[in-house]
């Protein structure tokens, strides 16, 4: 019984799945966020099992990069929460239809 | 075999996490499930011989940003529940199309990517710390500073937005 | 089989073991520092000069009932303190605590693991700790108790910048991440890093007071204004929980500093020939007498300053500490590139 790369990219690809149901069925906008820190998650899987299988630093590096990204991603996004959650009392994202036209 | 069984103990924590996180009616439960899912993403880091992402994933993910979430669901203390209108067949096209894509992936990987196991000592030693270091102050110097002006626009940005009045 | 399975996990037992009692006569050694201080006695019913008031106060804690509130929300109120004791107790696994000793004929060493990533690990597994003081405060569904998790953990991350800053310049002086490296460089240098990095060890020692909630900033319990903080809803084990996970967190900060900062199981004075009599003293001891008067400091500052008020508190991490330790890590690389 031998772990390969598949194995890795199966699961990333299922975690990445599970993130995109969650952006599509959930309507509070925190939980949406929280689903797309599930799927920056599959990618870094994706990006050390080929570090792994391809003996390469740079994935590791890039998943740095991506947390990085997921990290400033975070706090703009809950920035963004709080304001409108101050003058809407709403965290729902159907009704953010404020920059729609 | 040891590693079969420790894998497939990890993936299944994480997927189980991971729809929990979805599924899980209160927001701060939600939250609590995506620690655990991060940690178990954490372990997985370790088998694949990458401690130092492990460690950073554990500190800035579970120990950071998932503190930031949990401090905006308890600030945002909700009157009524915000799932209270919502139509589950509004997206129901993009919905199918996605599943298609994620079915192709897999049929994909399954037709295509059956990977031999990685070989072992390789140029990637397991205490590779200082490899990092070295790629990120070398190869990849100018994305590493454009990272860390990102991170300082987003501090600035979060302060401007999250604050009553400058 | 023996030395991969059997001996961490003697190690293991004999590590928790050696915190669970630190911990208990530490409540007891802080209560009669306190009274010596304030020119009292103490305790003094339960054995000789209240030697066995440790096993008195977990007798209590074990049969206390435990209470948990209407409308909490229970799943959540029973995982905090859990969330808050396991990183706590897991932080000890990198820590070294000798030198390799040899027992009948084996090799051990003196730590139950050598990562090779040990100082980011024991960084990182504090920050989750933080997860069950939010979540206990939370969970109560009372105003002090919610009030008190959100002032102890902006707390605990204010200080928490000031405190790895410091630690990256010990990473910058060592040259690594692993403890035993660490410990290995300051016996290749010949020079502690506290008295290499004055000026780190202070940041240090005042973010640990911070970061453990001891006084002078013990705002999260503030009792004049808090009732208890964060635990002020839990009773019995549980909160026997919250306070051995606090003075566990309390040794974990002395023996990380005692590993960066003061040589750790090394003995002092190795090249000052009359005093080479204090390399017979094994590295366990050392490493013990060390980490204790880093404990024995906290409890002295307990007695002596008074409480910090919270807008202080956030100036002197922000405005202070944090822009010092900046400073701290670019003259230390400007020293190592210059010198």
């Known amino acids: 019984m031998i772990i390969t790369t598949t194995h890795y990219m199966l699961l990333s690809a299922a975690l990445f799945t599970l993130g995109i149901i969650g952006v599509m069925t959930r309507r509070n906008v925190i939980i949406i966020l929280m689903s797309i820190e599930l799927m920056l998650n599959a990618v870094n899987i994706n990006f050390i099992a080929f570090s792994h299988q391809l003996q390469n630093v740079v994935g590791q590096v890039f998943a740095v990069f991506v947390i990085v990204v997921a990290a400033a991603e975070a706090a703009v996004g809950l920035g963004i929460i709080l304001a409108f959650y101050r003058n809407k009392e709403t965290v729902n994202i159907d009704e953010m239809g404020l920059m729609r036209w | 075999m040891a590693e079969a069984v420790a894998f497939y103990i990890c993936a299944a924590l994480i997927l189980g996490f991971g729809a929990l996180v979805i599924t899980a009616k209160s927001t701060v439960h939600s939250v609590l499930y995506l620690v655990a899912d991060f940690l178990c993403v954490a372990a997985l880091y370790v088998m694949l011989q990458a401690p130092f992402l492990a460690v950073i994933q554990v500190m800035v993910y579970a120990g950071g940003i998932v503190v930031l979430y949990l401090f905006v669901v308890m ?92 | ?249 309390m040794i974990v900060v002395s023996t990380v500093a005692t590993t960066l900062f003061l040589g750790g199981w090394l003995a002092p004075f190795p090249n000052v020939s009359w005093l080479s009599f204090l390399g017979l003293v094994p590295g366990w001891a050392w490493f013990m007498l060390k980490t204790f008067g880093f404990l024995y400091a906290f409890l002295w500052v307990r007695a002596t300053f008074p409480r910090y008020r919270y807008d202080q508190l956030m100036r002197l991490g922000w405005k202070w500490l944090i822009p010092l330790a900046i400073l701290n890590v670019v003259v230390t690389g400007l020293l190592k590139v210059l010198v």
């Open chain 2, 75 to 166: 600030l945002v203390n909700l009157k009524r529940p915000p799932e209270a209108h919502s139509d589950p067949r509004r997206l129901g096209r993009l919905g199918v199309a996605m599943a298609a894509a994620v079915l192709v992936e897999f049929a994909a990987i399954f037709a295509l990517g059956w990977a031999k196991p990685a070989s072992a000592g390789g140029a990637l030693s397991p205490n590779n710390v200082e490899q990092i270091g070295r790629a990120l102050y070398t190869d990849y110097l100018i994305p590493f500073e454009v990272a860390s002006v990102l991170l300082l626009v987003a501090m600035i940005g979060a302060i401007v937005l999250a604050k009553r009045e400058l």
């Open chain 3, 1 to 249: 089989m023996v030395e991969a399975l059997i001996l961490p996990l003697v190690k293991i037992v004999i590590v928790l073991v050696a915190v669970l009692v630190t911990v208990m006569y530490i409540v007891l050694l802080e209560r009669k520092v306190q009274a010596w201080v304030q020119v009292r006695l103490g305790p003094m019913r339960v054995g000789p000069h209240g030697i066995l008031q440790p096993l008195a106060d977990v007798l209590k804690l074990f049969v206390k009932e435990d209470i948990t509130p209407a409308r909490a929300d229970k799943w959540v109120f029973t995982a905090a303190p859990i969330i808050v004791l396991v990183p706590a107790l897991i932080a000890f696994a990198v820590i070294p605590f000798a030198g390799d000793l040899t027992l009948f004929g084996l090799t051990i060493p003196g730590r139950i693991a050598d990562v090779n990533v040990g100082l980011l690990y024991v960084i990182s597994v504090a920050g989750i700790g933080i997860y069950g003081i939010i979540l206990g405060g939370w969970s109560s569904n009372s105003k002090w108790a919610l009030l008190g998790s959100l002032r102890s953990s902006a707390q605990l991350i204010s200080y928490e910048i000031a405190v790895t800053m410091t630690l990256v310049t010990v990473i910058m002086l060592a040259g690594t991440l692993s403890m035993v490296g660490i410990v290995q460089a300051q016996l290749a240098k010949g020079w502690w890093f506290g008295f290499m990095q004055p000026v780190a060890f202070f940041i240090y020692f005042v973010g640990a007071l911070a970061e453990t909630n001891r006084a002078p900033f013990d705002l999260p319990e503030a009792e004049q204004e808090l009732v208890a903080g964060f635990h002020t809803e839990y009773s019995g084990m549980r909160f026997a929980f919250y306070f051995l996970a606090e003075y566990a967190n």
